[in-house]
């Protein structure tokens, strides 16, 4: 069955400091999507990144960088140089194949909650 | 370009009443999503729509709950009757087939059943 494990359930940093979000996922599928989702206060879930089974490259964006180790079946998140801007919940999600489409239902984590305090 | 529109964005509503959650999903998206926040169980699937289709609603937690796509733009769920368990958050979400299976959220519908 497929399932994504966010082990962090809370993790609090002071402004500036580089954080790292795990995320371990399984799944039987050869081909499959990755995804991390931001959940700020506000409460609407903001796409991030999505990574292709295939690409192993690591990528990143800004502050934002994302480790994917198809070894270690582990797709983590870090933010560098945090800031109290960054605090929400992040999610990493697994996309399942649907019957007979190439778009995926998505399963999520349980969300690490980030806290960055000035 | 607008993203997925969701409303009402909050609802508060006594146990036994109707409630209509509405979707407007990105224009040209082939695919549609209700998903259901809570802290207990996460973020869950209830339904999923193609091309206007129900596809999959095993996810919907029983019969007071149901979705219709009347058309490509707009999309609702209803609960009926209400019950304080049913408080959540209700998202929206819609993708493009070929897309790499990205799938864009609205902004939520929050729900409180008193």
């Known amino acids: 069955a497929q399932k994504v494990t966010q082990a962090q359930t809370e993790i609090s940093v002071v402004e500036k400091e580089d954080v790292t979000l795990d995320c371990v996922y399984e799944?039987?599928?050869?081909?499959?999507?990755l995804f991390w989702y931001k959940q700020p206060p506000s409460g609407e879930l903001v796409f991030l990144i999505r990574?292709?089974?295939?690409?192993?490259q690591n990528e990143i964006s800004g502050r934002y960088s994302w480790n994917f180790q198809k070894s270690t079946s582990s797709f983590n998140f870090t933010i560098t140089a945090s800031q109290v801007v960054d605090s929400a919940v992040y999610f990493c999600?697994?996309?399942?194949?649907?019957?007979?489409?190439?778009?995926?239902?998505?399963?999520f984590g349980q969300g690490t909650t980030l806290q960055v305090k000035p | 370009d607008a993203g997925v529109i969701q409303s009402p964005r909050h609802e508060v509503t006594e146990m036994g009443q109707e409630v209509t959650l509405r979707c407007k999903p990105i224009?040209?998206?082939?695919?549609l999503f209700w998903y259901r926040q809570t802290m207990m169980r996460g973020l869950e699937l209830l339904i999923y729509?193609?091309?206007?289709?129900?596809?999959?609603d095993s996810g919907m937690p029983e019969d007071r709950f149901s979705a219709k796509m009347p058309n490509a733009s707009f999309s609702t769920l209803k609960i009926q009757p209400s019950e304080p368990r049913d408080s959540a958050v209700y998202f929206c979400?819609?993708?493009?087939?070929?897309?790499?299976?990205?799938?864009?959220f609205g902004e939520g519908s929050w729900l409180t059943v008193v």
């Open positions: 729509f193609n091309n206007n289709v129900p596809i999959d």
């Open positions: 799944t039987r599928d050869t081909t499959y999507y």
């Open positions: 224009s040209g998206h082939d695919y």
């Open positions: 979400a819609s993708s493009l087939k070929g897309s790499g299976n990205t799938i864009y």
């Open positions: 999600a697994l996309s399942e194949r649907l019957k007979s489409s190439n778009t995926g239902k998505l399963i």
């Open positions: 990574r292709n089974s295939f690409d192993e």
